[in-house]
């Protein structure tokens, strides 16, 4: 009898102790999906448990996933709601601008977390149409605020007597032919965020129109928008659409007399890079203490402060404009940051529900009418470019070149319905990519008879 308590009490005993230890680890814990840089992922790794420490006398360890850009980041996350509803065994999505949270908002993958009344009362809840966080639900957080603007190499435009670029359609200029970077926005999150600015400051013909030219400039789509600043940096190209802070990494490498930015006046947007927690969190407490870091004071500075001053990084300096109005005052001369957006002002208002919304069509109509197609776009482009402007022939290469194969209209209706079935996307997407091949042939057919 004693014996078989004693197996029974030594059973609870083990049982209450995995349970401790199931608990510890629970605690300690924090898994984040993020297309952030490693210079990001190390200094909010080190500041977070520093804080985190203080705060609780814990300590805690951050497992960081990246699927390789905001939206293999994204497809990833739907794709694992998909197979497990529940969660997906990831607590936060750090980055990807606020399309991508309001796409996950609207799935319902994110949980609401109200940030202290203390912290929420310092934000502000839009900039130039662009909200800075969820202020109906509390989803999701802007943690920094990034700018979308033109980069561009001083040295390569002196040297080669190139034009200096101050507004999206300057980038389709000929004397570009060739000089122009750009990414694939089916990979890279900020990549889509510009090419939908076009298509909403310039309106949905006349922004393709731009996009088209624009890519007939291209010599090769990247995967991820670094590469284009750092090809530029590098003198194999002399301009590229680039997200503020990738320009900003390049000025402060090489100097602002050879490396230039520019954010377009007509289209001026700074969104913000949200952070939100995933549903099913498996360390609620701990995500939730982790987004009051990064929405604080001492949080935000982070992203601005000059490495190795008090309160800032330690090994990479992270150039990103903070979300948080109070933070520019805070670290005074010590920035990196060349400009407060709460200063600046803008006539055009973005539509992020509009964008959040259309994201997946976009994408692929930008994919199949301008990415695969861009050999054929390039000769097009070539031969029309040879011609004298203001041309008959050239104005009707011109018309065949820019055509599309669906109104704005149409596309919103196809986005609500038939576009999310797989089966019908297929045979859309190759009757697209057909129509844009079928077009730039006749179009250079157009431009090259004698």
């Known amino acids: 009898m004693y014996r078989k308590l004693y197996v029974v009490m030594s059973l609870l005993l083990f049982v209450i102790s995995c349970g401790q230890q199931q608990g510890k680890q629970k605690d300690n814990k924090l898994v984040l999906i ?12 080190r500041a977070f448990k520093k804080w985190y420490q203080t705060k609780t006398g814990k300590t805690i360890d951050l497992e960081w996933i990246d699927q390789g850009g905001t939206s293999d980041d994204l497809k990833y996350v739907e794709s694992e709601f998909e197979r497990t509803p529940d969660g997906i065994g990831i607590d936060l999505f750090f980055g990807g601008g606020t399309d991508t949270c309001t796409r996950m908002a609207e799935k319902g993958l994110l949980q609401p977390y109200r ?21 109906e639900n509390y989803t999701w957080y802007g943690a920094a605020i990034s700018g979308f603007g ?3 190499n001083k040295e390569i435009i002196k040297r080669f007597d190139l034009p200096i670029v101050e507004h999206w359609t300057e980038l389709a200029h000929p004397k ?3 000089l122009v970077g750009a990414a694939d926005p089916r990979n890279s999150g900020s990549a889509h965020m510009i090419y939908e600015i076009v298509l909403q400051s310039y309106g949905w013909e006349d922004g393709f129109s731009v996009l088209t030219q624009m890519a007939g400039n291209v010599k090769t789509f990247a995967a991820g928008s670094n590469v284009i600043t750092a090809d530029v940096r590098d003198g194999k190209s002399a301009y590229g659409p680039a997200i503020d802070f990738y320009a900003y990494q390049q000025m402060s490498t090489l100097g602002p007399e050879i490396i230039g930015y520019i954010i377009p006046e ?5 969104g913000a890079d949200p952070i939100s927690i995933l549903k099913g969190a498996p360390h609620p407490e701990a995500a939730k203490l982790f987004v009051d870091f990064v929405m604080s004071l001492e949080g935000q500075k982070l992203w601005m402060l000059r490495k190795g001053t008090p309160g800032g990084p330690e090994e990479f300096e992270l150039q990103r404009a903070a979300v948080l109005p109070d933070a520019y005052d805070a670290v005074g001369q010590n920035t990196v940051v060349p400009i407060n957006p ?16 259309r994201w997946n069509i976009v994408n692929e109509l930008i994919g199949k009418l301008i990415i695969d197609p861009h050999p054929e776009l390039v000769a097009a482009w070539k031969a029309i470019i040879a011609l004298p402007e203001g041309s008959s022939k050239r104005i009707q290469a011109m018309e065949a070149l820019t055509s599309l194969p669906i109104t704005e209209s149409k ?13 019908f996307r297929n045979t859309i997407g190759s009757d697209w990519l057909k129509f844009a091949r079928d077009k730039y042939k006749r179009a250079r057919d157009i431009a090259s008879k004698p």
């Open 176 to 178: 570009l032919f060739g």
């Open 150 to 152: 033109i980069i561009f």
């Open 342 to 357: 709460f200063k600046l002002d803008s006539a055009f208002r973005y539509n992020s529900p509009r964008g959040g919304q």
């Open 411 to 423: 596309a919103d209706e196809i986005n609500k319905g038939k576009f999310k079935d797989p089966g």
């Open 34 to 45: 993020s297309p952030h840089w490693e210079g990001i992922e190390k200094e909010f790794t």
């Open 115 to 135: 940030l202290p009344e203390a912290q929420l009362k310092l934000l502000r809840e839009d900039l130039f149409g662009l909200p800075l966080y969820d202020a």
């Open 266 to 270: 007509e289209a001026r947007v700074f």
